[in-house]
């Protein structure tokens, strides 16, 4: 596991939204958006702004759950 991997330009994701949603793509597969593992309604998200600015230091943990028909996730912030 690499706990560093996602840095994307958050700039550029605010110019569309001021949070970060998240997908996965399995080998062989289409890219499905992550729901929320306790509410399959809600995408998983991470808000990237405060205050009307994109937050300098940023980070959290991403959890993702592979079941037989599904993919779930949470994203905690760090405090």
């Known amino acids: 596991m690499d706990y560093n991997r996602w840095r994307p330009n958050l700039n550029l994701v605010n110019e569309i939204s ?6 996965v793509q399995l080998e062989g ?7 929320d593992s306790f509410d399959n309604d809600i995408l998983v998200s991470a808000k990237i702004t405060e205050n009307g600015l ?13 079941f037989e028909d ?8 760090q405090q």
Do not use: W
């Open 18 to 23: 001021d949070k970060a949603y998240f997908r």
């Open 29 to 35: 597969k289409a890219p499905m958006l992550l729901y």
């Open 54 to 66: 994109v937050k300098n230091n940023y980070g959290g943990d991403l959890s993702i759950a592979f």
């Open 70 to 77: 599904s993919v779930t996730g949470l994203f905690h912030e």
